[in-house]
């Protein structure tokens, strides 16, 4: 069992629990993925593979794990809301290099810094973050614009011990979706114009801003050429505006 299999096996569980959950459609090309990295007796097999669902109020739920031994793991798992929802969108980033590990767990808000908001969609998850950043240290550095999109709740650190990740990481992974699972339980649909359109330039906004920084962009780019890295990243990672053509 790889280092992040545990976390998307729970999320899946949870989610068919907690919701009326429908297959969301994953392009031909994009469900598994393979490439041979490195040479003679370093050459590895890299997987990458994706899952994807969706329910009456959220638009995609969708997961892309990349397996590549145990110095190359990671987890991006992601919930997109429908347009008529001003829920925010539920982030996990979970990395583990030949450099270390390095965890973001967020709900990402479509308005940081409207007070009323923060106080609907951060205030409750507040106390389980007070609680994990006690254990899990503030991981320094991140990139200045995309401090934009993280609430005040983010979760941000990058564990020494795998042990860490295994328990506490896994913990507060669990913690976060539950409480976003409670948020759209009581999630009622927005009919308002005026906000409607707030809340796509919002996820119009953030799904831009994801797919043009997507730090894996380099590490699919050299695994599976560039060709397949843009068309997963704007076809399947963050389709929003494909989606929107199409309808
Ligand atoms: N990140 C993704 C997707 C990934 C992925 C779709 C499927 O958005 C993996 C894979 N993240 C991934 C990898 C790295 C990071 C790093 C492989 C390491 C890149 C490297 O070191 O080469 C949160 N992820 C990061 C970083 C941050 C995040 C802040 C450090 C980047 C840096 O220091 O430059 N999650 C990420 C992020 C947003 C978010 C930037 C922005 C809104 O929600």
Known sequence: MTLYQPF????VARLHERLDLQPYPIPAGFEAKQ????????????????????????????????????????????IFPRLNYDLPFFGADLVTLPGGHLIALDMQPLFRDDPEYQAKYTAPIWPIFERYRQQLEWGGEFPEDAQAFFSPAFL???????????????????????AYLDLVEQAEPVSDVVQLQAIEAAQLRYIRYRAEKDPARGMFTRFYGPDWTEAYIHGFLFDLERQQVKS
């Open 8 to 11: 998307l096996d729970w999320a």
């Open 35 to 78: 490439a041979m990295v490195g040479k003679g007796k370093h050459a590895s097999l890299v997987q990458t593979t994706s899952t994807a669902f969706q329910s009456d109020k959220l638009r995609q739920i969708r997961a892309a794990h990349v397996q590549g031994g145990a110095a190359l793991q990671v987890l991006n798992f992601v």
């Open 156 to 178: 941000w650190t990058r564990p020494k011990e795998t042990n860490v990740v295994e328990t506490q990481v896994l913990a507060a992974f669990q913690d976060y979706l539950n």
